[in-house]
């Protein structure tokens, strides 16, 4: 074959290839744990599928502090990506710098307006116009247990704090590690969230965490949810500092620890692993918040972009995300429940099945709650200062609980 030969059949050939002037988009995220990566595989797949071209920007490190960083170099200098995970009340600063892109026709087109929850949709948009695209439902007031360490200790599902730290206490006899945690700052956050949730209940939480309310923030129930951090302390291993979650939930996993406080991405690696929710290990709400949903929306915030195709690839995948295929395989891959109130949950397992329920009947009353650690109750510097406090407090054996709820006030203030 002579190179012009070549070179005809190769055209001819791309033509047959449907969508073969596909574009490319890239995606930037964190999750990189073993459960979290199948998840976001799902989507780089049904992307693919459409001819497009998936450049992944992974960035590991749990709660996405590092990805911020990254995202902030890479939009400074101008080279944002096509779509990065942004959450919560970020989308809004984002928008105000006019880097974000809308999806106004594909959301009319799917109906977004009508599929989602409307202070999801809400969330989404920047000043009228949706910019991004929620991804999925977390929970983070969850409790993980291993079973078998619970029987073989002799302790019981706890549903109450007392009861939790009774359980730590048996766990502690019996010779295991009550609690699998990593000593990093949003760990120790998303531990004191769900301590001040089980505390406060949700509508101090919500005046503490979402309108900054000096009182709440420094009154004797904050007071004592610090008090509680200071107890769990006692049940946590000398090797904590700077544990990934995920290898906190291999510990659960093997047996070594009894419990993990977590959100429930900390499902992925249970799912990954092939363990049976309900059977191999149990998902109960932490205790004291049952009737209470901490949620941590996903979404992915989309940039503006220069190419045609590759704008169009961006917005094939901000479809896909809400379709409902991917929302159930990546869900059921990630830990999370559809964002999608009309998904047919009846292939999921028992602990996002119970996880969509609390979600619908939280959103009913006065349950339902932003979580504050996972970036949905204020911006990312009120979150930044609640991290600061939580973990010098928590890695200081001496400090005063009634001293770090004054810090706390004060450390939110000085970022406001
Ligand atoms: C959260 C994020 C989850 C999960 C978790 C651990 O902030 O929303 O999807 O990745 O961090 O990294």
């Given at each position: 074959?002579?190179?012009?030969?070549?070179?005809?059949?190769?055209?001819?050939?791309?033509?047959?290839?449907?969508?073969?002037?596909?574009?490319?988009?890239?995606?930037?995220?964190?999750?990189?744990?073993?459960?979290?990566?199948?998840?976001?595989?799902?989507?780089?797949?049904?992307?693919?599928?459409?001819?497009?071209?998936?450049?992944?920007?992974?960035?590991?490190?749990?709660?996405?502090?590092?990805?911020?960083?990254?995202?902030?170099?890479?939009?400074?200098?101008?080279?944002?990506?096509?779509?990065?995970?942004?959450?919560?009340?970020?989308?809004?600063?984002?928008?105000?710098?006019?880097?974000?892109?809308?999806?106004?026709?594909?959301?009319?087109?799917?109906?977004?307006?009508?599929?989602?929850?409307?202070?999801?949709?809400?969330?989404?948009?920047?000043?009228?116009?949706?910019?991004?695209?929620?991804?999925?439902?977390?929970?983070?007031?969850?409790?993980?247990?291993?079973?078998?360490?619970?029987?073989?200790?002799?302790?019981?599902?706890?549903?109450?704090?007392?009861?939790?730290?009774?359980?730590?206490?048996?766990?502690?006899?019996?010779?295991?590690?009550?609690?699998?945690?990593?000593?990093?700052?949003?760990?120790?956050?998303?531990?004191?969230?769900?301590?001040?949730?089980?505390?406060?209940?949700?509508?101090?939480?919500?005046?503490?965490?979402?309108?900054?309310?000096?009182?709440?923030l420094t009154g004797e129930k904050m007071v004592e949810a610090f008090a509680a951090l200071k107890k769990l302390r006692g049940y946590v291993d000398n090797n904590a500092a700077g544990r990934d979650w995920n290898s906190a939930t291999a510990m659960v996993m093997n047996g070594k620890a009894g419990m993990q406080i977590m959100g429930d991405w900390a499902k992925s690696e249970w799912s990954a692993a092939n363990k049976i929710a309900g059977d191999d290990y149990q998902c109960l709400p932490f205790p004291g918040t049952q009737g209470s949903f901490a949620y941590n929306i996903d979404s992915l915030a989309m940039f503006k972009l220069s190419k045609d195709e590759d704008r169009q690839a961006q917005k094939d995948l901000a479809?896909?995300?809400?379709?409902?295929?991917?929302?159930?395989?990546?869900?059921?891959?990630?830990?999370?429940?559809?964002?999608?109130?009309?998904?047919?949950?009846?292939?999921?397992?028992?602990?996002?099945?119970?996880?969509?329920?609390?979600?619908?009947?939280?959103?009913?009353?006065?349950?339902?709650?932003?979580?504050?650690?996972?970036?949905?109750?204020?911006?990312?510097?009120?979150?930044?200062?609640?991290?600061?406090?939580?973990?010098?407090?928590?890695?200081?054996?001496?400090?005063?609980?009634?001293?770090?709820?004054?810090?706390?006030?004060?450390?939110?203030?000085?970022?406001?």
């Amino acid at each position: 074959m002579n190179t012009i030969h070549r070179l005809v059949t190769a055209v001819s050939l791309a033509s047959l290839v449907p969508f073969a002037h596909g574009g490319e988009v890239e995606v930037l995220h964190w999750w990189t744990s073993g459960g979290e990566k199948r998840a976001a595989d799902t989507l780089q797949r049904l992307v693919e599928e459409q001819g497009h071209t998936w450049k992944d920007f992974a960035v590991a490190g749990g709660g996405g502090e590092a990805a911020m960083t990254v995202l902030k170099t890479r939009a400074v200098s101008g080279n944002a990506p096509a779509a990065a995970q942004i959450k919560g009340p970020d989308i809004q600063e984002w928008g105000e710098l006019g880097l974000l892109t809308d999806l106004n026709d594909v959301a009319e087109e799917a109906k977004w307006d009508e599929l989602l929850p409307k202070q999801v949709s809400a969330a989404m948009k920047y000043d009228g116009d949706y910019v991004a695209v929620p991804v999925n439902v977390h929970r983070v007031n969850w409790l993980w247990i291993n079973p078998d360490v619970f029987e073989k200790a002799g302790a019981k599902p706890p549903q109450s704090l007392d009861e939790f730290f009774t359980a730590a206490d048996k766990l502690k006899a019996a010779g295991f590690m009550p609690l699998a945690h990593g000593g990093q700052p949003w760990q120790d956050g998303t531990v004191f969230e769900d301590l001040a949730l089980a505390i406060l209940g949700p509508e101090d939480f919500r005046k503490a965490f979402v309108d900054l309310d000096r009182d709440v923030l420094t009154g004797e129930k904050m007071v004592e949810a610090f008090a509680a951090l200071k107890k769990l302390r006692g049940y946590v291993d000398n090797n904590a500092a700077g544990r990934d979650w995920n290898s906190a939930t291999a510990m659960v996993m093997n047996g070594k620890a009894g419990m993990q406080i977590m959100g429930d991405w900390a499902k992925s690696e249970w799912s990954a692993a092939n363990k049976i929710a309900g059977d191999d290990y149990q998902c109960l709400p932490f205790p004291g918040t049952q009737g209470s949903f901490a949620y941590n929306i996903d979404s992915l915030a989309m940039f503006k972009l220069s190419k045609d195709e590759d704008r169009q690839a961006q917005k094939d995948l901000a479809r896909t995300v809400l379709e409902p295929e991917f929302q159930q395989f990546f869900n059921q891959n990630k830990g999370s429940i559809p964002v999608r109130l009309d998904q047919d949950m009846t292939e999921f397992d028992v602990c996002a099945q119970q996880s969509m329920e609390d979600f619908k009947s939280a959103a009913q009353g006065a349950g339902l709650v932003p979580s504050l650690a996972h970036g949905m109750a204020a911006s990312s510097y009120v979150q930044g200062a609640v991290f600061d406090v939580v973990t010098n407090f928590f890695n200081d054996p001496s400090a005063d609980p009634k001293k770090a709820a004054q810090q706390l006030a004060a450390a939110i203030q000085a970022v406001q």
